[in-house]
């Protein structure tokens, strides 16, 4: 816990940055990052705030060009006089733990402009093509002022679909040449979509890949009123952005419209206490049962099993009398 | 930590070979590619919250690149922000780089892991003496 001096520090620091100041901001997206102790705090105060923002998330497999078109879409939005913020996320290196964010390099026209703040996050170990603050600091961002925020994730396969959780709405951004991925990505990735953006659509097969997201849209209907529409871009050139703001404007007028903008809301809340409790849990946990790894070495050598484990740290750390029974 | 390419220079090699060098050694790099200003540079540090901002200069002009990034850091607040770099520097030029607020030049035949341990410490150092995060 903090003492009084750090804790009337972060106020001030939630002050600055909440009258819009960007180095404060940064500063506590980098305690967001790192510091669990500080967290809580942080998002206190920041989460009610944090509700007016449209967040858009960019999903796809690496290479696809999601930077290029979070770059223009992000220039669009300003055109419309709206502040937008940029979440980019790069996977860390598993081995080093060091991390080389790139997505800057597609973006550089935003740098200069005050209405965009743009944040690079590793994504630090976390499984889901998110960081685990990712959340957070887009909070943060809406919190800040920022009409849109723009997640964009790692380059993600199959099942790293974290964003929708996240986002308002989840772009699917694909290109051609992937061969009969889309076949394979069907659950997944291609469910995440509400509006899918075959990029490089100058490429060839990207008519392809378009009859191909057709046919599947329309064989798995979904029961939902919302179809997603496919969109054909070409980033660098910025060839077909108009069409897909139109669809991201026209998606956020559904969710508001049909009920099922709080339906989501809802979803992703119990998502999101689910996650900040097992962390608690977790860490209570570790600081209440010290015998934890002596559990771990057990599992290790199969002298006791991982739900025998668990059982026995959950009676040790007193959170019940009873154990998972 | 923010490695930037300044100016009308499209040579990149020595930047992105330090960016994978400081990425092998743990430190999350955000490279920011090639033609960037002082300007954006100091805005890329500032939303990035960088323990420090590393240029690399070919063209010659590094004294303007060097002095007004510093300028430009200083103004923005962000005099705890360790400023290094690297690139053809005439050695003459060293120390007059030094006092407009440049920490540290690496001149062409630094190793990787001499520039890895000089900014691990300074980094640290840093942390240490200030408020940074």
Redesign the interface.
């Known amino acids: 816990m903090e003492g009084p001096e750090e804790h009337s520090s972060l106020a001030a620091l939630l002050d600055r940055a909440l009258a819009g100041d960007?180095?404060s901001a940064?500063?506590l997206?980098?305690?967001l990052e790192?510091d669990v102790d500080a967290t809580p705090a942080i998002m206190s105060r920041i989460y009610p705030l944090a509700g007016h923002a449209q967040v858009i998330g960019v999903t796809g497999p690496p290479g696809a060009g999601k930077s290029s078109l979070v770059d223009k879409l992000a220039a669009a939005f300003r055109a419309q006089g709206k502040t937008v913020g940029i979440v980019a996320v790069d996977p860390?290196?598993p081995f080093?733990?060091?991390?080389?964010?790139?997505d800057?390099?597609?973006m550089?026209g935003r740098?200069?402009d005050p209405g965009v703040?743009?944040?690079?996050m590793?994504s630090r170990g976390q499984p889901g093509g998110l960081a685990k603050a990712s959340q957070n600091v887009v909070a943060l961002m809406a919190a800040t002022g920022k009409d849109t925020v723009i997640i964009e994730t790692v380059g993600v396969g199959q099942e790293e679909i974290d964003v929708v959780r996240v986002a308002d709405t989840t772009v699917v951004v694909l290109v051609p040449g992937l061969g009969d991925a889309v076949q394979t990505m069907k659950a997944g990735l291609l469910e995440a979509a509400d509006v899918f953006a075959v990029n490089k659509a100058d490429y060839e097969g990207a008519e392809r890949l378009v009859k191909d997201l057709e046919l599947m849209l329309h064989l798995g209907s979904s029961g939902s009123a919302w179809s997603p529409p496919i969109v054909k871009t070409i980033a660098t050139e910025g060839s077909g952005v108009d069409q897909l703001v139109g669809s991201l404007a026209g998606h956020f007028d559904y969710l508001q419209g049909s009920g099922e903008y709080l339906k989501r809301r809802r979803r992703a809340a119990v998502a999101e206490i689910d996650g900040v409790l097992r962390g608690q849990l977790m860490s209570a946990i570790a600081r209440r049962v010290p015998a934890f790894d002596v559990y771990a070495s057990q599992v290790a050598e199969r002298k006791c099993d991982p739900y025998t484990a668990a059982d026995r740290i959950l009676r040790e750390s007193g959170l019940t009398a009873e154990g998972l029974g | 930590m923010v490695i930037a390419k300044a100016g009308m220079d499209g040579h990149d090699r020595g930047a992105k070979v330090v960016a994978r060098v400081l990425r092998d050694a743990g430190f999350e790099v955000i490279y920011t590619g090639l033609y960037q200003t002082p300007e954006s540079i100091v805005a890329t540090a500032l939303q990035e919250d960088a323990d420090a901002v590393g240029i690399s200069v070919l063209s010659a002009a590094h004294k303007h690149v060097f002095s007004e990034t510093a300028r430009e850091m200083r103004q923005q607040g962000l005099d705890d922000v360790i400023l290094f770099g690297g690139g053809i520097i005439p050695p003459g030029d060293v120390e007059w780089l030094e006092q407009q607020g440049v920490r540290r030049l690496f001149l062409p035949g630094t190793s990787g892991p001499e520039i890895v341990a000089w900014l691990q410490q300074a980094v640290s150092a840093q942390r240490a003496s200030g408020s940074g995060g």
């Open positions: 960007g180095r940064a500063r997206m980098t305690l790192s860390s290196s080093t733990g060091g991390a080389l964010l790139g800057r390099i597609r550089q740098f200069s703040f743009i944040r690079s590793a």
